[in-house]
């Protein structure tokens, strides 16, 4: 069995982390800002898009969809992927809070 040290962090850690994993590739961010500039849930070829190959945008699609902040849907031989706004709205939700609490800590260091 292999036993992960993130499990030690309270869940609210490793949520914003997940998230943040998420986010930590440009490519990714390229692609929620494409589907975000989007009113509807777009079908084709994403990666005409997102200056990289068919298979990498593939692979970020996928990592957008583990972390909950895209879904796809298939539908005869096309898949339309959307934004998750519930999960959207939960990740704007829990970075503001973080944030706001480091911001509100400006408590002079003096080394």
Known sequence: MTYA??????IE??????????L???ARVAILDYLASQNTCVSGDI?????LSRTTVSQHLQELKKAGLIKGT???TRIY???ENKNINEIL????????KLNGNQAACSI
């Open 74 to 76: 298939i539908s005869g």
């Open 93 to 100: 939700s829990k970075l503001t809070d973080f944030t706001q």
């Open 24 to 26: 930590s590739h440009p």
């Open 47 to 51: 990666s005409d898009k997102i200056p």
């Open 13 to 22: 850690f490793q949520n914003i982390a997940n998230y943040a994993k998420a």
């Open 81 to 83: 992927y959307c934004l």
């Open 5 to 10: 040290k993130t499990t030690e962090f309270d």
